[in-house]
Nanobody, 118 residues
Framework: QVQLVEFGGGLVQAGGSLRLSCAAS????????MGWYRQAPGKQRELVAVINSGGTTNYTDSVKGRFTISRDNARNMVYLQMNSLKPEDTAVYYC????????????WGQGTQVTVSS
């Protein structure tokens, strides 16, 4: 059973930076894609950024140029470097690990709060 543990949330002023980390453990079958999603109060969960095992990335438009996703395949870890943070980035951030190949899985972390003050 794959488990995800997130680190690095917190409170930061607008314009500041935070780095989120997520560690996947519990399976010898590595995820094909790892990503970060976020959910603000009263809103649906949305994709922030995703990276596959080959390093291809995809970002939602609102974070392009400010956030960078990276991955350590050997350690099954994924990171999200968030710069130039804005109040609208305030949300609970969730790590996701998805494996398309057999044995497939889709797992979520417990979430970490990011609060950006104006």
């Amino acid at each position: 059973q794959v488990q995800l543990v997130e680190f690095g949330g917190g409170l930061v002023q607008a314009g500041g930076s935070l780095r989120l980390s997520c560690a996947a453990s519990g399976s010898r079958f590595s995820p094909d894609a790892m990503g970060w999603y976020r959910q603000a109060p009263g809103k649906q969960r949305e994709l922030v950024a995703v990276i596959n095992s080959g390093g291809t990335t995809n970002y939602t438009d609102s974070v392009k140029g400010r956030f960078t996703i990276s991955r350590d395949n050997a350690r099954n870890m994924v990171y999200l470097q968030m710069n130039s943070l804005k109040p609208e980035d305030t949300a609970v951030y969730y790590c996701n690990a998805h494996r398309y190949r057999f044995p497939s899985y889709d797992r979520w972390g417990q979430g970490t709060q990011v609060t950006v003050s104006s």
